[in-house]
C-alpha cells in the first residue's frame, strides 16, 4: 500500500513539473508593449533599399529591426540593423488634443524615442518579413513589405480617409475599400498602398496615427504616403506642421534642399525609384515663391543621383 501511495505521488510530482515549467525552446517570447507606431516606407530605390520607422518608449535606447524574406523561418538567421532615435520630436505633437472615444478627448502628454531605420542590399522583388525588438527582449509582431523589380506591379491607391476615433466609421470604410481592393488583385495581394494625403483629421494627434498603422494593410504592405493640409493640422487648426508628417515617416530625405544645406520638408517632399517609374511626391501646401530655385537644386541633385 505505502508503495503504491509513494508510485501516485511521483507521478503528480513528475506531471507538475511538466506543466509548470515547459521547455524554454516550446515558450513564444511576449510581444513588445514599448514599440508602437511601426511602418515600411520607401527607400530611394525601392527595388533594394526600404525605410522603417517606429516609435519607442524612452527607456527603449537600443531598439532595432529583424528582417528576412517571408519564404524563412528562423528569425536566428535574420538580419538585424540597430536604430537611429530622435529623443525631442515628440515636443511637436505634446500639448495637441485628440479623442480616444466620442466621449473623452485628452492632451497629448506622450513622450517617445522616434526610430528611423533604412534597410539597404535588399533583394529586389521579393517580400519581406520584418519585427522591432525593443531592446528589452521582445518583439513586435511581424510586418511585411516587398521590394520592386517584378515585370508588373500592383498597388492600391486611397485618399481623405481623415481618421478620427469619434467618427470611427471612417477607418473602417477605408479598410473594407482597401481589403477589396486588394482582394480583386492577382493573388489578391498588392506591392503597395499609395496614398494622396489626408489620411487622418488631424496630423498633430499622435494616437491617430498609431490607429492607422495598427490597420491589417499597414502591417502587411509598403506605405507610400503624400501630405495633405489635414496632416499638418492639430485639431485646433493653430498649429500647423509638416514636422508631424516626417516624424511618422521614414521616406528618402532627397529633395528641395533650399538656398541652404539643411533640407527642405525632409521626408515630406521626395522622390523613389520604383521599377523604372519615376516617383516625385510633393506637398503643395508649402510651395512659395522660392520653388523656382528650390527646383533648380532639387532637378540638378536628382539628374546626379540617377545617374550615379
Not at 255 to 262: A, D, K, V
Not at 269 to 296: G, P
Request: charged share 15%.
Amino acid at each position: 500500500m505505502k508503495t503504491r501511495i509513494l508510485s501516485l505521488a511521483l507521478c503528480v510530482m513528475f506531471l507538475f513539473t511538466v506543466v509548470s515549467f515547459p521547455d524554454s525552446a516550446t515558450v513564444s517570447a511576449a510581444l513588445s508593449t514599448k514599440v508602437t507606431h511601426i511602418i515600411a516606407n520607401p527607400g530611394e530605390k525601392t527595388n533594394t533599399e526600404i525605410g522603417i520607422r517606429w516609435s519607442a518608449t524612452t527607456d527603449c535606447t537600443a531598439a532595432f529591426v529583424e528582417y528576412m524574406p517571408a519564404t524563412e523561418s528562423n528569425w536566428a538567421n535574420a538580419s538585424k540593423l540597430n536604430g537611429t532615435y530622435n529623443d525631442t520630436d515628440y515636443s511637436h505633437f505634446i500639448g495637441n488634443s485628440y479623442a480616444n472615444s466620442a466621449a473623452a478627448t485628452f492632451a497629448e502628454t506622450h513622450k517617445f524615442l522616434s526610430y528611423k531605420a533604412n534597410l539597404k542590399n535588399l533583394t529586389p522583388a521579393t517580400r519581406y518579413q520584418y519585427r522591432i525588438g525593443d531592446g528589452k527582449g521582445d518583439h513586435s509582431e511581424v510586418r511585411y513589405f516587398k521590394t520592386s523589380g517584378a515585370d508588373t506591379f500592383s498597388f492600391v491607391w486611397i485618399s481623405d480617409v481623415h481618421v478620427h476615433t469619434p467618427s470611427s466609421g471612417r477607418l473602417t470604410v477605408a479598410n473594407n475599400a482597401i481589403n477589396y481592393a486588394i482582394s480583386q488583385a492577382p493573388n489578391q495581394t498588392v506591392d503597395m498602398v499609395f496614398t494622396t494625403g489626408d489620411m487622418l483629421a488631424y496630423g498633430g494627434s499622435y494616437y491617430y496615427w498609431e490607429q492607422m498603422y495598427n490597420t491589417n494593410w499597414a502591417k502587411n504592405n509598403l506605405f507610400v504616403n503624400t501630405n495633405g493640409n489635414h496632416d499638418n493640422m492639430n485639431n485646433l487648426n493653430n498649429r500647423n506642421k509638416w514636422n508631424y508628417f516626417s516624424i511618422m515617416h521614414n521616406n528618402p530625405r532627397n529633395c528641395f534642399l533650399g538656398t541652404s544645406t539643411t533640407p527642405y520638408e525632409p521626408g515630406v517632399v521626395y522622390w523613389f525609384l520604383y521599377n523604372n517609374i519615376l516617383w516625385f511626391v510633393l506637398d503643395n501646401e508649402t510651395q512659395t515663391a522660392d520653388i523656382t530655385s528650390r527646383r533648380s537644386v532639387s532637378s540638378r541633385r536628382l539628374a546626379a543621383d540617377i545617374i550615379h
